[in-house]
Antibody, heavy 120, light 110 residues
Framework: QVQMVESGGGVVQPGRSLRLSCAAS????????MHWVRQAPGKGLEWVAV????????NYADSVKGRFTISRDDSMDTLYLQMNSLRAEDTAVYHC?????????????WGQGTTVTVSS | QTVVTQEPSFSVSPGGTVTLTCGLS?????????PSWYQQTPGQAPRTLIY???TRSSGVPDRFSGSILGNKAALTITGAQPDDESDYYC??????????FGGGTKLTVL
């Protein structure tokens, strides 16, 4: 079954760190670029970060640049998001999403998400 | 800072046709932005509907179609059904590995 399952969310104090994981199965993970997309409570979707299929490039939204790091371990079929210096405004459900690939600049498969709450 | 604009809400009668749009705060949306569309119901993961302006994702009914209308990307639902009541988001590829979501449109079918 083709799917992605996020984990690692929780309640964390402002300024602390958290690492999210996204475990992929049912497809060749190393063939695909991957995104993180988040949704704050009652708000819309926000693109967070992308990593190319081979890990050669990474990009970030301005709102997380310098604080978040996207990475991947193809041997584990897992995507990560290291989140440092967390702020209250980072509170959201974080989804991983698969990049269609090649010249199709869209997401085609989504995980259910993991919830991050930043609060003292 | 580029803002991607969508109607906050829209209403359509069952069986009716509705067109949701996706624009830019400055400039026009063209196929070069590779617009894509996603449907989301509360508490669920997004579902991909349309990519590269007008290509339907696998399993998406043909009542959903994408296009460029004037200076915006558009998602048209023809013959709306109650199950289509959802939030709809567009995404534009801004180049240089950056994507931007619109604020979403809450569609009511009644």
């Amino acid at each position: 079954q083709v799917q992605m399952v996020e984990s690692g969310g929780g309640v964390v104090q402002p300024g602390r760190s958290l690492r999210l994981s996204c475990a992929a199965s049912g497809f060749t993970f190393s063939d695909y670029g991957m995104h993180w997309v988040r949704q704050a409570p009652g708000k819309g979707l926000e693109w967070v970060a992308v990593i190319w299929f081979d890990g050669s490039k990474k990009n970030y939204a301005d709102s997380v640049k310098g604080r978040f790091t996207i990475s991947r371990d193809d041997s584990m079929d897992t995507l990560y998001l290291q989140m440092n210096s967390l702020r209250a405004e980072d509170t959201a459900v974080y989804h991983c999403a698969r990049w269609f690939g090649n010249s199709v600049y869209a997401m085609d498969l989504w995980g259910q998400g993991t919830t991050v709450t930043v609060s003292s | 800072q580029t803002v991607v604009t969508q109607e906050p809400s829209f209403s359509v009668s069952p069986g009716g046709t509705v067109t949701l749009t996706c624009g830019l705060s400055s400039g026009s949306v063209s196929t070069n932005y590779y617009p894509s569309w996603y449907q989301q119901t509360p508490g669920q993961a997004p579902r991909t509907l349309i990519y590269t302006t007008n290509t339907r994702s696998s399993g998406v009914p043909d009542r959903f179609s994408g296009s460029i209308l004037g200076n915006k990307a558009a998602l048209t639902i023809t013959g709306a059904q109650p199950d289509d009541e959802s939030d709809y988001y567009c995404v534009l590829y801004m180049g240089s590995g950056i994507w931007v979501f619109g604020g979403g449109t809450k569609l009511t079918v009644l």
